[in-house]
Structures are given as structure tokens and as C-alpha cells.
């Protein structure tokens, strides 16, 4: 087992995620017919229901070992992810009920790239992503991570036109989408597709559900056939926004 040295990056097939602790049965059956361990994420007692048990929501993989965690995220994780060697840091900003409160380590990490409302970003992440020699890219979006799956180093898809532009700007390959309904995320109209994803692998992207049934399959398929990416997908199923399937060690 090793700790997975950029987030979101494997570069063997991952050993262990983090994961919303609601998670369907058939994705659960996926990961684990993989040799995947599951750390299921109780929910946060100070976010609204529909995202409480988000793991981009209360944690954030800085690198390696080291990831910052929301003030009251569940302590059984914390030590179970202690006992397995990582270095868990307590974030600064106590999560809130409402959005802009619940959006602090929700901070989608490209590479040497980060995107986020910098207004909102937790401070002990910012010092750490800066001792880490990351670039901070501010974007209006608070929920940059829902809104960015990770596809490389250098390629990320995404429905938010500001990430878009921004990502663009950085020299990344981008994927612009459009928000669809084919991605669940109770009580609201839709999720997002960074939430729907994780990588399982070097060139493996798991995605929660179906993603056929997105209105830019298409357009989806090809752009990662162009990465070398392969799909897995959970057929017959509804996509679900989870708040990112988060790898953390690999084999």
C-alpha cells in the first residue's frame, strides 16, 4: 500500500477510497469486487443532509499522507485514517448549514492546480497548498471540486464555464459540458459530474452510475478515449452526485 502522492492522481490501481457511506449497493459491489477498501464517510453534523456524508466536503488531500479535515467531521474516521498512516490535520472553518458555509475544503485540486472561491478557502488548506508550491486559482464557484472531474494531470470535464475559462487559461485540457439532470443529487434538480466521478486507476475513471444516459455521452467518450482513459460504469444505474469517489492509497 501506498499513499497516493497527488490527489486524485493514481499512478497504480487504487487500494482504498473515501466514499459517501449512502452509496449504492452496485458501486459498493464494483469497488470492492476491485480489491477496493471503503472508508464510507458519516455524515457531518453541520452541513445540510443532501451533502452531509460528501467526503470533498469535509476532507481535503493535500499530498501523500497529509489531509486536512473539517472541526466535528466524524472521529472514527479520523482515527481509522491515522491508524493507516496519514497525517490528519484539523482545517480552521467550522462547516455551516448553508452554502457559502459549507464550501471551505471543497477545492478541486488539478495537478499543481487548485480552483476555488479563494474568499471562502480554509486557511490551513491555502498555507499547506502554498508550502506545497500549488497555484491557488481563484473561481466564483464555491463548489469547484462537485464541478470538476479529474481526468489527468492536465485534463479535467466540467459544466462551470468559469473553471472552464480559468482551467483553459492555465494551460489544461478542458471538457466543457452541460448540467444535466441525468446526475442525481436529492433534493435538488441535478449534481455535478465531479461529484458522479473518481479515479480508480492510472487510466481507470470510475463514474457512480451510468454516464450513457448523459445528454454529452458523446462528447465525454471521446475526449477520454483522446486521454487513454477507460470508463467504468455502473450500468442500469442512476448517476448520483457523492461528493467524489476520493482515492488515498494505491497498490
Sequence with gaps: MKFIKIPNLPYENVSCVLLDARA????????KNRKIEIIPVAEHPDVYPAVSCHPDIMFHHISGNIIVYAPNTSLNIIELLCKKGFQMIEGETFLQNKYPGTI???????GRFAFHNTK???AVVKKLLEEHEIQLIHVKQGYSKCLTCVVD????????????RKAT???LDVL??????????EPFDMGFIGGATGLIGKNKLLFTGDITLHKNYKEINDFLSLKAVDMVIIKDEHLIDLGTIIPITEE
Design 176 to 185: 466543457l459540458i452541460e448540467p444535466d439532470k441525468a446526475i442525481k443529487l
Design 169 to 171: 487559461g492555465a494551460g
Design 120 to 122: 471562502y478557502t480554509d
Design 104 to 110: 471551505a475544503y471543497n477545492i478541486a485540486r488539478v
Design 153 to 164: 494531470s492536465k485534463s479535467i470535464i466540467t459544466s462551470d464555464r468559469e473553471i472552464y
Design 24 to 31: 449504492p449497493k452496485k458501486l459498493i459491489e464494483q469497488l
